[in-house]
């Protein structure tokens, strides 16, 4: 690899480092230079050719294909268009990125300086470096270790979307997690309203205690409070994914899964909902 200049945001890739990140994901490479570079963000690197963007091109396909199967075969009496609008919701940005925060691959993510070091990723970064992955496995193993790798990691979500057929309930889902982990029941407050009375546009920020977290709008005061939800659980997902990251560098013990795990089968149980 190439000497890169300072400021770029970077965890030191030492083969211990990618042995804990393969435990975390579950899928030992043969050669761990293909998640190396599935790790890889084009704002890294200026070299040709030395990115994850070709990875992440075939991973979509991958995932795709794998998903697509998964739902004909667990669904045989679901129609095409059924078909059509639960695969959707599994393969968008916002699903593939919870998967990615819930596997903490930003924790070896080799990322430019004008991504953020300390605080959660953009979705669409987050779910490019999930479907880099998925084409690494695939490049590695083959494409029964890609649906192997694919379905496991993303069991909750085809269980949860599946039942529900669209998004997730994200205020039952934020309602749980912080019930649970900080003994406090969300609010929503309503920063302004705008637009005539046929056409109002909501915005409205999720609350918990003395935390508000970033506004969302929507068409309808409903519709604003699952958008601002939806934004608490992503800010809430990022710091998790960083505190466990942290922890899994810290410790030589391999705890970071335990952490990570913990993590998504809390969404995941909320979700469900």
């Not at 990618?18 to 599935?38: C, K, M, T, V, W």
């Not at 982990?181 to 609350?207: C, M, N, R």
Request: hydrophobic share 35%; aromatic share 6%.
């Amino acid at each position: 690899m190439a000497d890169h200049s300072s400021g770029v945001s970077q965890v030191k890739t030492t083969e211990t480092a990618f042995l804990r990140l393969q435990d975390i994901i579950g899928y030992a490479f043969n050669d761990p230079a293909l998640l190396e570079r599935a790790l890889t963000h084009p704002s890294y690197t200026v070299e040709d050719d030395a990115d994850n963007e070709r990875m992440e091109f075939l991973g979509d396909s991958v995932l795709n294909l794998c998903i697509g199967q998964s739902l004909y075969e667990r669904f045989p009496k679901w129609s095409e268009g059924r078909l059509t609008q639960v695969k959707s919701v599994l393969v968008s940005t916002v699903t593939l990125a919870r998967v990615a925060e819930t596997l903490c691959l930003r924790r070896l993510g080799r990322l430019g300086k004008g991504l953020p070091a300390d605080e959660a990723l953009p979705p669409s970064v987050n779910a490019n470096l999930f479907e880099a992955v998925c084409g690494a496995v695939y490049l590695d193993g083959g494409m029964e270790a890609a649906r192997n790798f694919i379905l496991r990691v993303m069991d909750e979500e085809i269980r949860s979307i599946s039942r529900n057929g669209h998004e997730p309930n994200y205020k039952s889902a934020l309602q749980q997690l912080t019930q649970r982990d900080l003994g406090q029941t969300p609010h929503y407050k309503v920063i302004s309203t705008t637009g005539p009375d046929h056409g109002k546009t909501f915005e409205v920020s999720a609350v918990i205690g003395s935390r508000t977290f970033p506004s969302a709008t929507g068409r309808s005061k409903k519709e604003a409070e699952q958008n601002a939800a939806k934004l608490a659980l992503e800010v809430l997902a990022g710091e998790e994914c960083v505190r466990a990251c942290s922890h899994c560098g810290a410790n030589g013990n391999g705890n970071g899964k335990g952490h990570c795990e913990e993590h998504a089968l809390s969404a995941g149980t909320a979700e469900s909902s």
